[in-house]
């Protein structure tokens, strides 16, 4: 059975809107995500994701952001990378 606060339910990220949108495109750019429709990932990722400052986020707003070149979410982006890395390193 399916509770209704399962439908609500939404994974918190510690990411704006703008790194997260930048963020999928490393994860399209490097294979780890496949998609035929970026409108379709990017309604999924609204309806499943909370970024931080914002519980909800639209689709077009991600899709918008994804075509942004910021560098600040660059540099965020590539910070949370490299914590990944040490994670894995850390982690034998």
Do not use: P, W
């Not at 994701?49 to 986020?57: A, L």
Request: aromatic share 10%; hydrophobic share 40%; charged share 25%.
């Amino acid at each position: 059975d399916v509770c209704s606060s399962d439908l609500d339910f939404k994974i918190q990220m510690n990411l704006t809107a703008t790194e997260l949108a930048y963020f999928i495109k490393v994860l399209i750019a490097i294979g780890l995500i496949s998609t035929k429709s970026l409108r379709e990932l990017f309604q999924f990722t609204s309806d499943h994701i909370q970024t931080k400052g914002s519980v909800n986020v639209s689709a077009d707003s991600l899709y918008l952001r994804y075509f942004e070149n910021d560098d600040s979410s660059k540099k965020a982006v590539e910070s949370f990378l490299i914590k990944m890395l040490n994670e894995l390193e850390n982690n034998d």
